[in-house]
């Protein structure tokens, strides 16, 4: 079945500066690939999602690039803030079996 | 607030006894999905549920049973419970189940087992 590493584990980085987080797939039938944040004590959300057919989705300061041939994807945060602190999670789906969420990223924001 | 709710919020009860957590989709949406979140730990998927059928199974212990009512909300079992089980368990709900829909999440039940 799937399997979805994220590195890395923990991620510090100063106001303003940019923080980016990398997942690894294992299946290449994956084709969809979410990302949640989950901020501390409440429900993870949907911040962003990137389907096969596209390499690069951008909302804003987040963006999800995804390389298919390497079978990894990332997410990049820009000018990060104080509130970007969260915890971040990578998934990963086939079209025909469940979601699969890496082990997620703890980003904390230093003013 | 995604429109999932969960009852109840917190609950702490003692070793060896049995829970029921309850969850209420979205309206509209017909698939229900259970996690398991324990401290700094990831999400761990344990059951699907779509339109009252299971869709898909994990990690989940022969301890604990699901089920989804025809009125499509679900209930978690927990019994026998051990000091190990004590986590946030999350529902989630879609609109068909499929596994490249967007999965809106509940609040979470913070379970306690003493």
């Known amino acids: 079945g799937e399997n979805v590493e994220q590195h890395p584990s923990t991620l510090s980085v100063q106001e303003g500066d940019s923080a980016v987080i990398k997942c690894t797939y294992s299946?290449?039938?994956?084709?969809?690939f979410p990302w949640y944040k989950q901020e501390l004590g409440k429900r993870p959300q949907l911040i962003i999602d990137?389907?096969?057919?596209?390499g690069e989705k951008k909302d804003q300061r987040i963006a999800v690039t995804l390389n298919k041939t390497a079978k990894h994807f990332s997410l990049h945060i820009t000018e990060t803030q104080p509130e970007d602190s969260a915890v971040y999670f990578c998934?990963?789906?086939?079209?025909?079996?469940?979601?699969?969420f890496g082990t997620g990223t703890r980003l904390q924001v230093f003013p | 607030d995604s429109g999932v709710t969960q009852t109840p919020k917190h609950l702490i009860t003692a070793t060896g006894q049995r829970v029921t957590l309850r969850c209420s989709p979205r309206?509209?949406?017909?698939?229900v999905y259970w996690y398991q979140q324990s401290l700094d730990q990831g999400l761990q998927f344990l059951i699907q549920?779509?339109?009252?059928?299971?869709?898909a199974k994990g990690n989940i212990l022969e301890r604990f049973s699901a089920q989804q009512f025809p009125d499509l909300h679900s209930e978690l079992n927990l019994s026998s419970l051990e000091l190990g089980d004590s986590a946030l368990y999350f529902c989630?709900?879609?609109?068909?189940?499929?596994?490249?829909?967007?999965?809106?999440f509940g609040p979470g039940t913070r379970l306690l087992v003493l």
């Open positions: 989630a709900s879609s609109p068909l189940g499929g596994p490249q829909e967007t999965q809106y």
């Open positions: 299946d290449s039938a994956s084709n969809y």
């Open positions: 990137i389907r096969s057919n596209v």
């Open positions: 998934a990963a789906s086939i079209p025909t079996d469940k979601l699969i």
């Open positions: 309206s509209g949406d017909l698939s």
């Open positions: 549920y779509y339109n009252g059928e299971e869709r």
